[in-house]
T-cell receptor, first 114, second 116 residues
């Protein structure tokens, strides 16, 4: 049973480019969460999605960031016009329906903006 | 609003010694609590969880944690440290009873060093 998969594992972008991060949840999981780990700031929630729906995006920056979880295919976290401050590790987690929403994490995508 | 405080950003123990990592939480509703471990350049692995059943929770790799409502604590312990336990540990709270749909609020993390 494959775990949560994320790709790419490492991504380098120049300032102003777009970054697309992909997450495939565990088989049978319908809930996807994205978290960002910044140096000195720890892990912070960004967005929670179910298939074709954004449920909670209270942790997403208001501009340049978007997320989707289509009916088919992986969840995508998209960052437009990246800046140096976007350099971080981005983790995806998935859970099945029902309490306690136990979350399983992927290996992360480490984004470096040059 | 939920919050988690991990006391001590770095903890160092000798191999074979007791490991104690401290976590205090704040939540407006009965919480679900989790401990995760992160090895360098890897994702987070779930060690154990508290979901309002038994207050003493046993996890993987010999770790356990005790939920103490009166102290709002959920400290992680292991009787005897092993070199392979060296990693960063995160305590997290999930306000599942509210409208957060299980999103996790993490503590700042504690880096555990084990020396021979």
């Amino acid at each position: 049973n494959a775990g949560v998969m994320q790709n790419p594992r490492h991504l380098v972008r120049r300032r102003g480019q777009e970054a697309r991060l992909r997450c495939s949840p565990m088989k049978g999981h319908s809930h996807v969460y994205w978290y960002r780990q910044l140096p000195e700031e720890g892990l912070k929630f960004m967005v929670y999605l179910q298939k074709e729906n954004i449920i909670d995006e209270s942790g997403m920056p208001k501009e340049r960031f978007s997320a989707e979880f289509p009916k088919e295919g992986p969840s995508i976290l998209r960052i437009q016009q990246v800046v140096r401050g976007d350099s971080a590790a981005y983790f995806c987690a998935s859970s099945s329906q029902g309490l306690p929403y136990e979350q399983y994490f992927g290996p992360g995508t480490r984004l470096t903006v040059t | 609003a939920q919050s988690v405080t991990q006391l001590g950003s770095h903890v160092s123990v000798s191999e074979g010694a007791l490991v104690l990592l401290r976590c205090n939480y704040s939540s407006s509703v009965p919480p679900y609590l989790f401990w995760y471990v992160q090895y360098p350049n890897q994702g987070l692995q779930l060690l154990l969880k508290y979901t309002s059943a038994a207050t003493l929770v046993k996890g993987i790799n010999g770790f356990e944690a005790e939920f103490k409502k009166s102290e709002t604590s959920f400290h992680l312990t292991k009787p005897s440290a092993h070199m392979s336990d060296a990693a960063e540990y995160f305590c997290a709270v999930s306000d599942v009873g509210g409208t957060s749909y299980g999103k996790l609020t993490f503590g700042q993390g504690t880096i555990l060093t084990v020396h021979p």
